[in-house]
C-alpha cells in the first residue's frame, strides 16, 4: 500500500488545513495520522478503523482534528482547525493489515512521506 500525505503548509495561530492521503483503497483494518517535531518521538494523533465505526483521537487533538476518510475516493483526511504553534511537525498517514486502532507507531505496517505543518505565533 503506498501512502503519501499532502495538505501541509505554513499557517497562522487558529487557522485550519486539511490534510490527505490517498491509500488506493486497499481494506486494511486501521487508518492513522501520527506526528513528529524536530527532536522529538513520532506520537500518535489520531486513527479509526476502515468501516468508520470507531476513531480515537489523542487528548492534544481532541476537539480540534477530525479524521475521516472518503470511500469514493479511497483517501483518508485530517482535518485540522484551531491550530497553535505546538502542532508543528511533520504529519504521517499510516495503514494497519490487522488488530484495529493503536496507538503505538510499530504497530502499523504501511507509512508515507510527511507532509509539513508550521503553525507561526
Known amino acids: 500500500v503506498q501512502l503519501q500525505a499532502s495538505g501541509g503548509g505554513l499557517v497562522q495561530a487558529g487557522g485550519s488545513l486539511r490534510l490527505s492521503c490517498p491509500d488506493n483503497g486497499r481494506i486494511v483494518s486501521a487508518l492513522s495520522w501520527f506526528r513528529q517535531a524536530p527532536g522529538k518521538e513520532r506520537e500518535f494523533v489520531a486513527a479509526m478503523t476502515w468501516r468508520g465505526d470507531r476513531k480515537k483521537y489523542a487528548d492534544s487533538a481532541k476537539g480540534r482534528f477530525t479524521i475521516s476518510r472518503d470511500n469514493r475516493d479511497n483517501t483518508l483526511y485530517l482535518q485540522m482547525n484551531g491550530l497553535k504553534p505546538e502542532d508543528t511537525a511533520a504529519y504521517f498517514c499510516?495503514?494497519?493489515?490487522?488488530?484495529?486502532?493503536?496507538?503505538?507507531?510499530?504497530?502499523?505496517?504501511?507509512w508515507g512521506q510527511g507532509t509539513q505543518v508550521t503553525v507561526s505565533s
Open positions: 499510516a495503514s494497519r493489515r490487522f488488530g484495529g486502532i493503536s496507538t503505538a507507531s510499530n504497530d502499523y505496517d504501511y
